[in-house]
C-alpha cells in the first residue's frame, strides 16, 4: 500500500505531505483547487503521459508484500523517488538509481490507476481485447502466436518480393567477398607491423653499408690490438684482453643486425601491404571497415541462405505456418469467450447494484489473421429487457458508459491499490449512494484512493484528505472530524442547501403522518 507521498515541487504543490491510510481514501476540494494533481503525481511512477510541469520532483513510500529479486528489492517498506529535469524523467529506490521500465514494471503490479473518462476506452476494440486477455492469462499463448506471426509475415514477405535466382546471384557476389577478404587473413596488427618493417626496410642499403664497413674496422682494431701484445709487458695484457672481448661482443652484435637486415624480404613487405591497399579500396576505406563489412555480409548470407531455404519450401512453410497460427488462436479465442462469459456475469451483477438494468455481452467476430488474433470483439448491450443488442457506441450516454466502465473495473479490480480519478462523473443521487457502497466494499480488499465531488462518497472515507489553494500555493489537509462535517456539508450545497433538505423531510413526513 502506499503509505506517504511528499511532493516537493509540482505545480503549485510545494513540500507537501499527503499520508494515506488502508481503506478507502477520499480527496475532494473546490472546482479548480487541481486534485488531479495528486494523481498525476502518482501516476508519474506509472506509464503516465499527464504530467503539467516541465520540472518536479516527489518520493512515495510503499510498503511491499513481496520482494523483487530482479532489481534486489524485498517485502517491506521503500521510498520511490521521481524527479524530472530536462524534460526526462529519473527514477530512485530508495536513494539507489533505477531505470523507469523497472520501476514500472513493479509499481504496475501494485498500483492501478482510472482517469477521467476512461469509460470512453469501453468503444476501443483493442481495449476490450486487452480486458479478455487479462481476465484468460492469454500472455503466454499471444506471446508464443505473436512470434510465430512474425515468422508468418516474413514467409509471406519473401514469396511475394523475392526470387530465387536473383537472391542466388546475391548470395555468390557476397561469397565472392567474402572469400577474398577470408583468403587474405587480414588483420590490423599485421599491418601496422609490415608498416614498420616497410620503413625500416627502405634504408636496407645505407643500413648495410654501415654495418659492413663497422664489421670490417672492428677486425682491424682487432688484429691491430693483437699485435700490440708483443710489444708490451705482460702486466698490460689484461687492458688488451678486455678491449679485445669489448671489440668481438660489439662485432657479434653487428653481424646479427645484418642477419636481421639480410632476412627482410623488402618485395615480400611491399607484396602483402599490396594486398591490405586493394582490400581497402575495394571494401574500405580503412582496414577496421575492411573486416566489420566482412561481418556484415556473413550475416547477411546467413540471411539470404534463409531466404532460399524458404523459397525452396516456400508453400509447405507457409501452410504449417497457418496451421500453427490457426490452432493457437483459436486456443486465444475461445478463452476470451469464456473470459467473456464470466465477466459479463460480473458486470450485470455490478451494474444492477448501480442501479442500472442492462443486458451486456461480447460480440465476437472472426476476422483475417492479425498480429491479435482472429477476433474482432465489441461490447454490445441493451437497456431493455428483451429485444436485440446493440454496440454501445450507438445506443450508451456517458453517464451509462461511466456507470458501465466502473462495474467492468469492479469486476478486474485485481492490484493492492486502486486510484479512481473523478469516479462520479456523471453519477448522481440513488446511484451516488450505491456508488460509494461499492467503493466501501472494494476497499476492504484494496487501499482504494478516489477523487470525489460526491458527499456520499466522501461520507464513506476512513480517511478524509482535502486540497485547498491560497494564490500560487496550494495545501493538502488530513481532515478531523469537525472540519469533515464541514467540508461534507461544502460539498451537499452548503448551510442554505441542509436546510432546505431539513424541511423538505419534515414536509415529507407531514405528508405521510408521522
Do not use: C
Not at 31 to 56: A, P, W
Not at 106 to 119: D, E, F, P, R, Y
Not at 142 to 165: R, S
Not at 488 to 498: L, S, Y
Amino acid at each position: 500500500m502506499i503509505e506517504l507521498i511528499h511532493i516537493n515541487e509540482y505545480v503549485y504543490l510545494k513540500d507537501v505531505d499527503i499520508y494515506f491510510s488502508e481503506g478507502l481514501n477520499v480527496i475532494t476540494g473546490e472546482t479548480g483547487t487541481g486534485k488531479s494533481l495528486i494523481l498525476d503525481v502518482i501516476g508519474s511512477f506509472l506509464d503516465y503521459q499527464n504530467i503539467r510541469s516541465e520540472t518536479f520532483s516527489a518520493d512515495m513510500v510503499l510498503n511491499l508484500d513481496m520482494d523483487f529479486d530482479e532489481i534486489g528489492i524485498r517485502r517491506g517498506q521503500h521510498i520511490f523517488s521521481v524527479e524530472r529535469k530536462n524534460k526526462r524523467l529519473f527514477y530512485k529506490v530508495d536513494g539507489r538509481l533505477i531505470g523507469r521500465e523497472q520501476v514500472q514494471n513493479i509499481l504496475s503490479n501494485i498500483i492501478t490507476i482510472h482517469k477521467q473518462n476512461s469509460h470512453m476506452k469501453l468503444l476501443d476494440k483493442d481495449f476490450i481485447l486487452e480486458v479478455l486477455d487479462t481476465v484468460a492469462d492469454n500472455y503466454e499463448l499471444l506471446e508464443k502466436y505473436k512470434e510465430l506471426y512474425e515468422n508468418y509475415q516474413h514467409v509471406l514477405k519473401i514469396i511475394a518480393g523475392a526470387n530465387k535466382d536473383s537472391e542466388l546471384k546475391k548470395l555468390e557476389e557476397l561469397r565472392e567477398k567474402v572469400n577474398e577478404i577470408e583468403s587474405a587473413h587480414l588483420s590490423e596488427e599485421e599491418e601496422q607491423e609490415l608498416e614498420e618493417k616497410y620503413k625500416k626496410a627502405l634504408n636496407l642499403q645505407t643500413l648495410l653499408q654501415n654495418y659492413s664497413s663497422v664489421s670490417q674496422h672492428l677486425e682491424e682494431i682487432e688484429n691491430a690490438l693483437r699485435k700490440i701484445y708483443s710489444l708490451i709487458e705482460d702486466k698490460y695484457h689484461e687492458f688488451l684482453d678486455t678491449a679485445v672481448e669489448s671489440i668481438a661482443e660489439l662485432s657479434n652484435q653487428i653481424s646479427k643486425e645484418l642477419s636481421k637486415i639480410e632476412e627482410m624480404n623488402l618485395e615480400e613487405i611491399e607484396n602483402r601491404l599490396w594486398v591490405y591497399k586493394k582490400l581497402r579500396r575495394k571494401y574500405g576505406p580503412t582496414t577496421e571497415d575492411v573486416i566489420a563489412n566482412l561481418q556484415k555480409w556473413l550475416e547477411e548470407i546467413k540471411q539470404i541462405e534463409k531466404t532460399i531455404k524458404i523459397l525452396e519450401n516456400a508453400e509447405e512453410e507457409r501452410l504449417r505456418l497457418e496451421s500453427e497460427l490457426r490452432s493457437l488462436a483459436i486456443q486465444i479465442s475461445e478463452k476470451r469467450k469464456n473470459a467473456a462469459r464470466n465477466i459479463v456475469k460480473s458486470i450485470e451483477r455490478h451494474l444492477k447494484d448501480l442501479n442500472m438494468n442492462a443486458r451486456i455481452d461480447f460480440y465476437f467476430n472472426q476476422k483475417d489473421m492479425a498480429r491479435d488474433g482472429i477476433d474482432d470483439v465489441e461490447l454490445v448491450g441493451s437497456t431493455l429487457s428483451t429485444g436485440p443488442l446493440y454496440p454501445l457506441r450507438k445506443i450508451a450516454s456517458g453517464g451509462e458508459l461511466s456507470r458501465l466502465m466502473l462495474a467492468l473495473e469492479l469486476s478486474l479490480a485485481s492490484t493492492d491499490v486502486l486510484v479512481y480519478d473523478e469516479i462520479d462523473a456523471g453519477i448522481g443521487g440513488v446511484t451516488a449512494v450505491k456508488l460509494a457502497d461499492k467503493l466501501s466494499e472494494l476497499s476492504k480488499k484494496h487501499q482504494v484512493i478516489v477523487v470525489t465531488h460526491l458527499p456520499q462518497i466522501a461520507l464513506k472515507a476512513d480517511k478524509h484528505l482535502s486540497l485547498r489553494r491560497t494564490g500560487d500555493t496550494g495545501t493538502v489537509v488530513e481532515l478531523d472530524e469537525r472540519a469533515r462535517d464541514e467540508e461534507i456539508k461544502r460539498m451537499f450545497g452548503g448551510e442554505k442547501f441542509i436546510e432546505l433538505l431539513g424541511d423538505f423531510a419534515s414536509k415529507e413526513n407531514k405528508r405521510k403522518g408521522k
